[in-house]
T-cell receptor, first 112, second 117 residues
Framework: DAGVIQSPRHEVTEMGQEVTLRCKPISGHNSLFWYRQTMMRGLELLIYFNNNVPIDDSGMPEDRFSAKMPNASFSTLKIQPSEPRDSAVYFC??????????FGPGTRLTVT | AQKVTQAQTEISVVEKEDVTLDCVYETRDTTYYLFWYKQPPSGELVFLIRRNSFDEQNEISGRYSWNFQKSTSSFNFTITASQVVDSAVYFCALSEALDSGNTPLVFGKGTRLSVIA
């Protein structure tokens, strides 16, 4: 079974540019989570979906962040415009019911 | 509000020593799950264990063991006979248990374990 797939693995962009991170969850998993990892704040939830429906986006830091899940096999996290403080590792995780979350390899974002 | 505290920021041990990583949690939920994840230097997050709040039995998996004590709100992780490959950051996490649908993980800050040969 393929695990959670994230792309790109690394992204370097300039401040003000739009960034789109992509996630393909494990087939059959009905929950999808986006987390961000920084040295200062650790691992924190940004948003999560159950059955493609956003349940809690209270962790999305600002209106510059948006996430979509148009179908069960794809989700995007968009930052527009990006800022240096958005530099972090962004993880996508998926899970079916009653099973732990499985994480993708992460996208390391650097905004200069 | 849920909170997970891993008081040990960094631990360094010599290979073959036993080491225990502490985890204390806070929650008002009556049912919840506790987890441990490993993040090796390569950066991925690897699931190690999930424990339901109703199940206080300790668990052993090879060199790994977990001690869940509801009375002290702790879920400690012990590695026996540590190896260099155990060097990683270990995260304890907590989530609410619902009848339907998964809920997000609340992570501790992690404990960086260095095993020296």
């Amino acid at each position: 079974d393929a695990g959670v797939i994230q792309s790109p693995r690394h992204e370097v962009t300039e401040m003000g540019q739009e960034v789109t991170l992509r996630c393909k969850p494990i087939s059959g998993h009905n929950s999808l989570f986006w987390y961000r990892q920084t040295m200062m704040r650790g691992l924190e939830l940004l948003i999560y979906f159950n059955n493609n429906v956003p349940i809690d986006d209270s962790g999305m830091p600002e209106d510059r962040f948006s996430a979509k899940m148009p179908n069960a096999s794809f989700s995007t996290l968009k930052i527009q415009p990006s800022e240096p403080r958005d530099s972090a590792v962004y993880f996508c995780a998926s899970s079916p019911e009653e099973v732990p979350q499985y994480f993708g390899p992460g996208t390391r974002l650097t905004v200069t | 509000a849920q909170k997970v505290t891993q008081a040990q920021t960094e631990i360094s041990v010599v290979e073959k020593e036993d080491v225990t990583l502490d985890c204390v949690y806070e929650t008002r939920d009556t049912t919840y799950y506790l987890f441990w994840y490993k993040q090796p230097p390569s950066g991925e997050l690897v699931f190690l264990i999930r424990r339901n709040s109703f199940d206080e039995q300790n668990e052993i998996s090879g060199r790994y063991s977990w001690n869940f004590q509801k009375s002290t709100s702790s879920f400690n992780f012990t590695i026996t006979a540590s190896q260099v490959v155990d060097s990683a950051v270990y995260f304890c996490a907590l989530s609410e248990a619902l009848d339907s649908g998964n809920t997000p993980l609340v992570f501790g800050k992690g404990t960086r374990l260095s095993v020296i040969a």
